[in-house]
């Protein structure tokens, strides 16, 4: 992994040259994250138990369960919420506030059509339009071609794991996204095998700081449980970890998400 890192930084200082008139910045993620952010806001402006109280209950509504703001939520000693001082509720929703207010450096822009990204504690649903890729073993493979092709680096890079014989997350591959769908062509470069994948649906769970192989172990659990919880979806492919940030930023402030690939169940599909 710290290869792997080390070898990025070579991509975005190479990104930032090509795009340094670019305004690379995130739109702001909406839906259920929006609405946890703003009930956050609020309740931290309240002094009255039962509003902190109600905020609480209503993220505990708003948010999957397996997600580290689920967590967030119910830490503490207390038996109950009902017996949390005023400053003990605060302090748990700040921590909540802190998550979701976290912004990641926009080092390159989003692909065309791309999902912005899903806020550090949430998980969530994405759904992706028809995608361009470059795919290859090695990050200076990849390099080379988006070098020799004048192409325009994006965030995030893909990484996809696979369960290694010890049962840990181990990487298959990588890729780049190309900015749009219509440039370049599908085919064989070489070791760089560029793909069209159509729109796909996944879920995704938003990461401050680094990812090794605990924190990518936890996210999946926790992907996991959440897919377990519904109906309507299947896991339809491997592990993957968006990686928006290269190692010049400091570890503490990087960003990932760690994705499941979903299709809808066969009970659900059949409605």
Not at 191 to 201: C, K, L, S, Y
Request: hydrophobic share 40%; no cysteine; proline share 7%.
């Amino acid at each position: 992994m710290r290869k792997l890192l080390l070898l990025l930084a070579f991509t975005f200082s190479w990104a930032s040259l090509l795009n340094a008139k670019d305004e690379s910045g995130y739109p702001e993620p909406d839906g259920e994250a929006a609405t946890a952010r703003q009930l956050v806001e609020a309740a931290l402006a309240e002094e009255d138990g039962a509003a902190l109280l109600s905020a609480v209950d209503q993220l505990k509504a708003l948010v999957p369960s397996s997600s580290p703001i689920a967590d967030e939520l119910s830490a503490g000693g207390a038996a109950t919420d009902q017996e949390l001082t005023v400053p003990e509720l605060k302090q748990r929703l700040q921590r909540v506030a802190e998550m979701l207010a976290f912004v990641p450096l926009g080092e390159a822009k989003l692909p065309e059509g791309f999902p912005t990204y899903t806020p550090v504690g949430m998980i969530e649903v994405k759904r992706y339009p028809k995608q361009r890729m470059a795919m290859a073993k090695q990050f200076m493979t990849l390099f080379g071609h988006i070098s020799t092709n004048g192409i325009a680096m994006t965030a995030p890079v893909q990484m996809e794991y696979e369960a290694s014989a010890a049962g840990r997350p181990q990487q298959q591959s990588m890729a780049f996204f190309y900015a749009s769908p219509e440039i370049g062509k599908p085919g064989e470069r070489g070791a760089v095998t560029v793909v069209d994948r159509e729109p796909t649906e996944v879920v995704a769970l938003g990461v401050r700081g680094g990812v090794g192989s605990q924190v990518i172990e936890d996210a999946n659990a926790r992907l996991e449980r959440w897919v377990a919880d519904q109906s309507k979806y299947e896991v339809s492919g491997p592990l993957r970890v968006m990686g928006y940030n290269s190692p010049m930023v400091g570890r503490k402030n990087q960003f990932h998400e760690v994705q499941l690939p979903l299709k809808r169940a066969a009970t659900s599909a059949a409605r």
